[in-house]
Structure formats: C-alpha cells, structure tokens
C-alpha cells in the first residue's frame, strides 16, 4: 500500500483542489480523505510526502502518434525510418510519453498496421514502460499520387465501400481498437487540401457500418465542414481539428455531444507558427496555413465548450518541430487559446481522457476504486498549467498501482 500525505489534492472531477491523503491499494485508489487533518490508517503503507506538491490523475495524449519518429530526446528529420528503428523508436515515444506525465494515449494512427497493437501487448504485460494505449493501424486516405504520410500507403486498399469494409475487418483481425480515416485531406502538406472531401458518402457509410459488427471505433481527420458532418452522420466517436465547422456542423457536434471527442490539435499549429527551419526548407505555406487555423480554432473551441462538447488535448506530436514528450503544452493552448482555464484544461486531460479511453468508470479521476494513475505535481497546475511540461516538475508517475518515476529520483 502507498500512502499519499500532504499533497494538495485535485482530483480531476474540476472541483478545487483539497487537502487530504490518498491511499493506493494494488492497482487502485482504495481511500481519498477530504479534509484538513484527516488521516488514512498509516500501517504497512510506504508514505509519500507530498508537501508542496499537487496529486492529480495521470493524462491522456487523445491524438497521440507513438510511431511518429521525433522526440525530445530524438530528433529525426523526415517520417520515415528503417523498420527495426522505427520500432524500437515507437517503445521509446511510449516511454517518453508516460515520462512526461501521460499514462494513457488514444492513438491516431501509426506508421504500420500493426505496430501499436505490438506495442500495446508488451506494454500491457508488464515488459516495457509505456501507458494505456488504445491501438489504432495506419491512418487510411484513398489511393492516390501522392500520399500525405508513409503509413498511408503501407497497405493495399481500394475504392468503394467494399473496400472500406475490408480494411476495416482487416484492421480488427489485427487487434487495432480504432481506425482512423482522413476524412478531409490536409493544406498544411498540400495547399487547399483541407477543403477536399476524400471519401464518398457511400464508403463513410460502409465504413460505419462495419465498425459497429467489428467493435472498433472510428476517427476521422476532419478539417472541411462537410467531413465533420460526414463523420458525425456515420457514426465516427473522434473528429480531430473541425477547423471550418459551419452552423450546421457545429449545431451536430452538439446534438451528439454526449457520445463524440474532438481534439482540435492545436500543438501541431503552435509548432508550425513557432518553427525556425534552415533555410533550404520552405515552411511558408505551412505557416500561412497554421495561422488561419489558428484564427479559426479560437472562434470554435470556446463555443464548443461552452456548449458542453468534450474538447481533449493532443496535438499530433512526433513530427521534427513537434516533438513526442512536448504533449502538455496542449493544455497551456487550451488556455491561451479556447477561453479554458487551467482546471478546465486539466479536467479535459484527465476526466475526459478516461472517458475517450472508453474507461470512465475507473479511469481519469482520484476516488475511490478508480485506477492509480497518478502524478505529483510540483506546484499547482490549477494555477499555472506551464509546470506540467517540465518533466522534473513530475515528482512522482504511478500507473496502474506502481510507480514508473519514484519520488524523490528526480533526474
Ligand atoms: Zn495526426
């Protein structure tokens, strides 16, 4: 048993932080103690003093893409590596990953059909370190000349809706639990793009359809309108960057608020305005494009969550300016930019993380009977959201009862 004393407790519901202790019993949260003073049986426990410090629940990356090479300790200068790098590159993401504070990543897409799925068994068994993970394949787009990331074109895939049922009882054979399609194609690799509908009605149907009889869930990149409505017509659960949802678009994310997740990726954009290339690399229309995104999130974002939408962090980390292990700056973007304050940012990463992660009666909350995935925090995120991205402000990670960081072993 571990026992946490003297921390200030938020415990991810968006209610203030509270003084109090929390006790770990196996892999669960057995007692929260609520007030000043109160006390939890001391017994055979190890006592973690938490002065200073705020206890919280561990995060959720929702758009997280382990096999996107770079990271903070890596740089990699394009997407693609050889296949045992790329491997051993995407354990070490997750590593990275649960490092920085995330004990639980919703994927949108890897670089190979059955990386994460791999990934996932040998995380879960105990033999790497890495967190939660909900394994998605490739992110699939339509055949076509030019494909926008390697991993679109790592499996043979057709047109037409039979072809999209096949892919997807493809992908379940394979244990993925999501399937990710671009609905819309994306300006920020190819000018206009992003305005492109890449499937038709009929397959997004197929697609839904088949879905439901495989049980996994579908994720859409959707920055056009009408892939949002296409997406949300059929039954898709995440819809990443909604970037030009129109009134009727934003009028069906909020009829369908209580089943869909929107992770408007707002990492990616920051980075790409942020990015100081060498000048061989031309990133001026990246930029151009980030900028109007930008403008455009900052309208939706606050109206979305005003209307009771669950908006997550996660920002397409992994790409040379947009590293792995940077992912909490999302939650400073909330506040920055969507009108979030730092408990609602924080409730978003916690609360509707377990939520996203299909788990939300055990997961992304401190109380009793909930997982022990936990971060003690230096200092208090609720009021300065920035401290959750230096990693040596991480006293303590604990996921799954155990603890990957030790407190008291920074380094
Ligand atoms: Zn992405």
């Known amino acids: 048993m571990i026992l946490f004393v003297n921390a200030r407790i938020f415990d991810g519901s968006g209610a203030a932080p509270f003084a109090g202790e929390v006790l770990v019993k196996d892999n669960r949260v057995a007692a929260v103690a609520r007030t000043e003073g109160a006390r939890l049986p001391r017994d055979n426990a190890m006592v973690v003093d938490g002065t200073g410090a705020t206890l919280m629940p561990g995060m959720t990356e929702a758009h997280a893409h382990l096999s996107w090479p770079s990271s903070v300790e890596r740089f990699v200068p394009g997407m693609s590596l050889p296949a045992e790098d790329l491997l051993l590159n995407t354990a070490r993401n997750a590593r990275i990953l649960l490092d920085h504070g995330f ?3 919703y994927s949108a897409g890897a670089l190979g059909k059955t990386i994460e799925v791999s990934l996932k068994a040998q995380i879960d068994s105990g033999g790497m370190p890495g967190p939660r993970l909900l394994p998605s394949s490739i992110e699939r787009e339509p055949p076509n000349e030019t494909a ?11 047109k037409g809706p039979d072809a999209m049922r096949a892919f997807i009882k493809d992908c379940a054979a394979n244990g993925a639990k999501i399937v990710k399609f671009l609905l819309s194609g994306e300006s920020a690799l190819k000018p206009g793009a992003s305005m492109q509908i890449l499937y038709t009605e009929e397959e997004v149907r197929a697609a839904g359809e088949q879905a439901r009889e495989s049980k996994v869930w579908l994720t859409g990149h959707a920055h056009a309108a009408q892939a949002i409505k296409m997406g949300l017509r059929n039954g898709f659960r995440v819809l990443y960057h909604c970037t030009y949802a129109d009134e009727e678009a934003i009028a069906m994310l909020i009829g369908r608020r209580h089943e869909i997740f929107v992770a408007p990726t707002l990492g990616i954009v920051q980075a790409t305005l942020d990015a100081t290339p060498p000048p061989q690399f031309d990133m001026s229309h990246m930029k151009a494009d980030a900028a109007i995104v930008l403008e455009c999130q900052k309208k939706l ?7 009771g939408v669950r908006l997550l962090p996660g920002g397409d980390y992994g790409f040379p300016f947009n590293p792995n292990g940077r992912n909490a700056r999302d939650l400073e973007l909330f506040v920055r930019y969507l009108g979030y304050t730092p408990t609602e940012a924080l ?3 916690t609360k509707f993380g377990g939520e996203i992660m299909g788990m939300e009666s055990e997961l992304g909350q401190i109380k009793p009977g909930y997982l022990a ?3 003690l925090v230096s200092g208090d995120p609720t009021q300065n959201i920035a401290v959750l991205q230096s990693k040596e402000n991480l006293r303590a990670i604990m996921k799954d009862g155990r603890f990957h960081k030790v407190p008291g072993t920074n380094g």
Do not use: F, Q, R
């Open 373 to 375: 995935d936990l971060l």
């Open 148 to 158: 926008y990331l390697a991993g679109g074109s790592v499996a043979e895939h057709g």
């Open 103 to 105: 004990t639980s990543a």
């Open 301 to 307: 974002g606050p109206i979305l969550k005003n209307a």
């Open 347 to 349: 409730v978003a990463a």
